[in-house]
């Protein structure tokens, strides 16, 4: 049973997160694992949400660090993507479904970040997985998420708030290497 997350209504017909959670908590354990969460989410195209982002999503809500959500997580997650599905919706001007690179210049501008042209092209190639010069709800979640936390780590380092760090090769590792290393080590789990 999938839920279609993008495409959801706000307060009508709110969903019973309870039997969502039961439906996809095959195992009957009180907590649901990132492949469970996949099964609940669809990201607007009728696909199942990305890996990636339900791993990632398990992480941030994940309270006691044991790569699965309770019910009362679920229920903080869920709000978290509607809250996302809100601001998603008011980038995607064209409702086409997915963001463009003019809609996603658009979005992380009105976030604060300046980037450059040449940037939006990389993070169209590392999170458009449809391949179609767009990105899904889904995988905006990501980006956002992960650009966040890489700004939060640059921003630890810029003391001086200049926009400028200067870092050596391992402090650079050990700025980045809790989002990578836990990327990494839950894929193996």
């Not at 017909?13 to 039961?22: A, D, G």
């Not at 809250?83 to 409702?95: K, N």
């Not at 939006?120 to 179609?132: A, E, G, Q, W």
Request: proline share 3%; glycine share 6%.
């Amino acid at each position: 049973m999938a839920y279609q997350a993008y495409n959801q209504p706000n307060a009508y017909n709110r969903p019973n997160l309870e039997q969502i959670f039961s439906s996809v908590d095959k195992d009957r354990s009180g907590q649901i694992s990132a492949d469970e969460l996949q099964r609940a989410l669809s990201n607007g195209t009728w696909n199942p949400f990305n890996p990636e982002t339900c791993r990632l999503m398990i992480g941030m809500f994940d309270s006691n660090g044991d790569g699965a959500i309770n019910f009362g997580e679920f229920q903080a997650l869920w709000q978290y993507i509607n809250d996302w599905t809100t601001c998603f919706r008011s980038f995607d001007l064209d409702r086409s479904g997915n963001i463009s690179k003019s809609e996603l210049k658009n979005a992380l501008t009105q976030f604060g970040y300046r980037l450059s042209d040449g940037f939006y092209d990389i993070l169209l190639n590392k999170f458009d997985r449809s391949h179609n010069n767009s990105i899904n709800f889904d995988d905006f979640i990501q980006l956002c998420v992960v650009l966040q936390t890489l700004t939060a780590s640059f921003r630890d380092a810029d003391t001086d708030r200049d926009g400028v760090i200067t870092v050596g090769y391992e402090q650079f590792l050990t700025m980045i290497a809790p989002m990578v290393l836990k990327e990494r080590s839950r894929r193996a789990s």
